[in-house]
């Protein structure tokens, strides 16, 4: 067992000692000390939270902007003349020709689609390609 | 304090959900054969890095002759011999997705050229099962070498395939022509146009009319370069001489595609 005072001689004696001035032997140190108040709990937590949500926010901006939803917003305005929309109908012929157009298009040689594809037909360990 | 988080949390959702737009809505559904092709070339993708890799282990196999290096050029062999034929299965699968839906061939043409597809993707599953079994250096160069010797077999049919799809293509463009064609010059009489203006688009018809009729026969010369390629093996030199052949009825046809707009005016 440890003694509590290290600087104490089991033997000694007090050769004088001042009546008025004793050192007390044991000081209350107090287990847990209040770093901060209820109030600057609170701002800490405001200022977090906060954060977070000011942080979210400016995500949320950047998506849009990327998204391009910011455009898509805009047209939400309505122009000063607004012009009417007219829905021209292709006739008989003109759907005829696109459809020819877009075969035209895939018959095209030149442009060929999946050549075979580019594999070594020669994957030896011990002998040269 | 909580409460007020979760109304935020709440608010900042709605807001997340009420303003992005589903991006699924906007795409469009892919087809088979479109997904097929991206799987072949992730596929493909995947094939050039383990190539990659195997050369740089086999060299230094090559330059170190230990045990570690043999191991490790054996597990990369394994892996890019798997991945080759993986590649050629993903390749073949979107050949037989196109060739399903191909219009303007013979349908015996199409039913022989998908025998061969099936019978090479056959071969190559036997193939993928006989490099997964494989555990050393010697098994796995024996089955490089069947590979290799099988090689002109799978090119051949990938060749075939090709060439039939290129032919196919430029009949149902031609086919899609001639039809229009008649229409157009059909509601011409119909309109009752002057003498004058009748002569005209007359010979513009018989002109559209000889322009159908050269293409048709490239196509011909194409088909019978094509059967008498079935006999031996295609390969991408016969393939790319029947492209010339075929540019030159494509050059026709865009001719055709400008002569036919000038006769509806």
């Known amino acids: 067992m440890i003694e509590e005072n290290q600087t104490q001689f089991i033997e000694d004696q007090v050769l004088w000692q001042d009546q008025t001035h004793t050192v007390p032997q044991h000081i209350e140190v107090p287990t847990q000390i209040p770093l901060h108040t209820p109030e600057q709990k609170k701002k800490k937590l405001l200022i977090i939270g906060g954060s977070i949500f000011g942080g979210l926010f400016v995500l949320t901006l950047i998506m849009m902007m990327v998204m391009g939803i910011g455009r898509n917003s805009m047209r939400l305005v309505p122009e000063t003349t607004p ?3 007219v829905k021209q109908e292709d006739d008989a012929f003109t759907k005829a020709f696109k459809l020819l157009q877009q075969d035209i298009v895939k018959a095209d040689p030149t442009t060929g689609d999946l050549p075979f594809p580019p594999v070594n037909p020669a994957l030896y360990i011990a002998r040269e390609n | 304090m909580i409460k007020t988080y979760f109304a935020l949390t709440l608010l900042f959702i709605m807001l997340v959900f009420s303003v ?12 088979e054969f479109e997904l097929a092709r991206r799987t072949y070339t992730d596929t493909l993708d995947q094939y050039r890095t383990k190539e990659q890799k195997f050369f740089v282990l086999r060299e230094q196999y090559k330059q170190l002759q230990t045990l570690a290096s043999l191991e490790d050029v054996v597990r990369a062999s394994k892996n890019v011999q798997l991945s080759r034929i993986d590649t050629l299965l993903a390749y073949f699968s979107a050949l ?44 796995l160069d024996k089955l490089a070498t069947q590979y290799e010797s099988r090689n002109n077999t799978y090119t051949s049919v990938a060749y075939a395939t090709l060439s039939l799809i290129r032919i196919a293509n430029i009949q149902t463009a031609t086919d899609q022509l001639g039809l229009l064609s008649s229409q157009v010059f059909e509601s011409i009489q119909q309109s009752s146009p002057s003498a004058a203006v009748f002569s005209e688009k007359q010979r513009g018809y018989d002109e559209l009319a000889r322009t159908i009729g050269t293409i048709k026969e490239f196509i011909a010369k194409g088909m019978n370069r094509y059967e008498s390629n079935l006999g031996n093996d295609f390969t991408q030199s016969s393939y790319s001489q029947l492209v010339d052949l075929l540019g030159s009825g494509y050059t026709k046809l865009k001719q055709g595609e400008s002569f036919i707009k000038e006769l509806a005016q």
């Open chain 1, 83 to 85: 012009k009417p929309i």
């Open chain 2, 20 to 31: 992005i737009p589903v991006r699924a809505q906007e795409s469009i559904h892919p087809s």
């Open chain 2, 96 to 139: 037989q997705l196109y060739i399903n839906d191909l219009k303007g061939a013979d349908v015996q043409k199409k039913a022989d050229i998908s025998n061969r597809l099936q019978q090479a993707t056959l071969e190559l599953n036997i193939a993928k099962q006989q490099i997964q079994k494989a555990t050393d250096r010697i098994v």
